[in-house]
C-alpha cells in the first residue's frame, strides 16, 4: 500500500487528531452496516499511532481496539486502520471544497451471528412498517 510514498515524512500524532479520525472512521462503518449491527461498536483504546506525509495524502496508521458485547468472541477486536487525506495544496482542493478522506480497515470485526440475524430482522421489520406508512399516507391523500 505504500510502496509509492517517496521518503515519507513523519509527524507526530495528536489525540485531537486521532479522536477526530476515529470519530470519522466510526461514523463510516456505522454507515456501512446493512443490519446496523456496528452501531454497537465502541473505541475501548488506541495501542499504536503515527502519521506521515505520502506523495497525496496525510496518513494516519492507527492500531485500535474496538469493543461491543455483540462480538462473535468475548475479547475485543484488535484492528489496524488507515485514514488517507488528501493534501490540499496538492490535490487541487479549494476553500470551496473540503479534504477528501478515505478510511480502510485491515479486518472487520467478526459480529456474533445470532445478533446479527436478530438485527436483520429488526431492519427488515423497520422498512416494512416505513413501506406500510408511505401506502397509508398515499391512500388517505387519494381518498
Known amino acids: 500500500l505504500f510502496h509509492n510514498v517517496s521518503s515519507p515524512i513523519f509527524k ?3 489525540h485531537h487528531e486521532i479522536e477526530k479520525a476515529l470519530d470519522g472512521f466510526l461514523l463510516t462503518l456505522r454507515n456501512l452496516s446493512e ?18 506525509r505520502g506523495n497525496f495524502h496525510e496518513v494516519l496508521r492507527l492500531r485500535v481496539t474496538l469493543a461491543s458485547p455483540l462480538l462473535a468472541s ?7 486502520i488507515l ?18 478522506t478515505i478510511y480502510a480497515i485491515e479486518e472487520f470485526p467478526q459480529m456474533d ?8 430482522s429488526w431492519r427488515a421489520a423497520e422498512r416494512r412498517a416505513r413501506r406500510e406508512d408511505v ?3 398515499y391512500r388517505g391523500r387519494m381518498s
Open 74 to 80: 468475548d475479547a475485543p477486536s484488535d484492528v489496524a
Open 83 to 100: 485514514v488517507l487525506t488528501s493534501r490540499r495544496e496538492d490535490s487541487g482542493v479549494s476553500r470551496h471544497h473540503p479534504c477528501r
Open 35 to 52: 443490519t446496523g449491527i456496528y452501531n454497537s461498536l465502541s473505541v475501548r483504546g488506541t495501542t499504536a499511532a503515527e502519521k506521515f
Open 135 to 137: 401506502w397509508r399516507q
Open 113 to 120: 451471528g445470532d445478533a446479527v440475524d436478530t438485527f436483520q
Open 12 to 14: 507526530s500524532v495528536t
